[in-house]
């Protein structure tokens, strides 16, 4: 059985194959490009994320494996997220805007999580995979990529193919071969009446 079939979701109720499969892996090829028609699908999918008001607060930053924005995300990661993420074919910076004409915005978070969250769906789908991380330094990371309040980067994705687990660092490999756990919905449901 290969690395993909083992980390399948044992779900307690069926959901939507993609979402069983979807992980959040720390394997990236390094050689790869990204792959430019699933990248503009999953940013497409996260552009019709639903939001309050229909105010899309959220703004991404693409950053292709090469180009001077990505060397500058990658130095704002903590060095543990700098080995495994550098390697992606791109990261992705999501962005909320926690202002709208000068009122607090109180979805913002909310609403960026939801067009995240469609966007790693996509790219599953589309044979990208990716990893959310917040081991960055947000306010080194809005420096160099010039983002200014009410703009605060939230959080940076890992996105592009699958790397080789056998080639991945020791605190890698075994984070990546564990098996994936989540606690059971009836403890994440408070009133179900």
């Known amino acids: 059985m290969s690395l993909i079939e083992d980390r399948v979701a044992d779900t307690d109720a069926p959901v939507l194959d993609v979402l069983a499969a979807r992980w959040s892996t720390r394997l990236y090829d390094d050689v790869a490009p990204i792959d430019e028609a699933a990248l503009a699908s999953a940013l497409e999918a996260a552009r019709w994320a639903p939001s309050a008001f229909n105010l899309q607060p959220w703004r991404f930053v693409v950053a292709r494996r090469g180009s001077a924005t990505h060397e500058k995300v990658v130095s704002t990661l903590v060095d543990f997220n700098k080995a495994w993420a550098g390697p992606a074919g791109a990261l992705i910076?999501?962005?909320a805007q926690t202002e709208n004409d000068g009122k607090p915005v109180p979805t913002a978070l909310y609403d960026l999580g939801q067009a995240a969250a469609h966007f790693t769906v996509q790219a599953h789908a589309d044979g990208l995979y990716t990893h959310q991380m917040t081991g960055f330094d947000a306010s080194a990371l809005a420096d160099v990529l010039g983002i200014e309040s009410p703009l605060v980067p939230l959080t940076v994705m890992a996105v592009g193919d699958l790397g080789d687990v056998d080639g991945a660092p020791a605190a890698v490999?075994?984070?990546e071969l564990s098996?994936?756990?989540?606690?059971?919905v009836t403890e994440s449901v408070v009133v179900d009446d």
């Open 179 to 184: 098996p994936r756990t989540r606690r059971p």
């Open 173 to 175: 490999r075994e984070r």
């Open 93 to 95: 910076v999501f962005v």
